[in-house]
């Protein structure tokens, strides 16, 4: 029996589902892909068909093992148990803890308050000065926590979920012109991460959704 090929439901600027497109191609997993326009009709997360698969009407959402899972970093930890080649959560418990609080700060602490929706809220005029003063303040933070937990990447010299959480975020700061001269270690980290071919295959610009004007 032919087992069915994972279909990611993504939007090519989506920091969250990059982070599942870069997990997907380190670990080898083909995979389909259905675009969903966060813009465009309103937005195609709203749409009736889409709600039925994720509830909170947010991409990324994954159909895999006969589940739909939605949340990036629950779908990161999934396909870290059941596909675990190779490792992106350490198995010595502090290691491991430290990935997933890089994880949760970004994941939590700053991507979702500089988010689409959250931006609409704020409005247009505001939208530049709150996404560049809630990234700050997270990457202030980060900084700080990176210089101590930092080889290579973000945890030592192999790569984990929270370079995964890291180098799209560091994409939304470059987006919304926050100043990353301050930010050394962050700077270095991505450099690294970008010069992966994993994370050159998921990148924002090179995906089939991407508008031509933004290809890379």
Known sequence: ?????????????SSCTWRVRIALALKGIDYEMVPVNLIKDGGQQFSEEFQTLNP???????????????????????????????????????????????????????????????LKQVGEEKELSWAQEVITSGFNALEKILRSTAGKYCVGDEVTMADLCLAPQVANAERFKVDLSHYPTICKINKALLALEAFQVSHPRRQPDTPAELRA
């Open 1 to 13: 029996m032919q087992v069915a090929k994972p279909v990611l439901y993504s939007y090519f600027r």
């Open 56 to 118: 909170m009407k947010q991409v990324p959402a994954l159909k895999i093992d006969g589940i739909t899972l939605g949340q990036s970093l629950a779908i990161i930890e999934y396909l870290e148990e059941t596909r675990p080649t190779p490792r992106l959560l350490p198995q010595d418990p502090q290691k491991k803890a430290i990935v997933r609080m890089i994880s949760d700060l970004i994941a939590s602490g700053i991507q979702p308050l500089q988010n689409l929706s959250v």
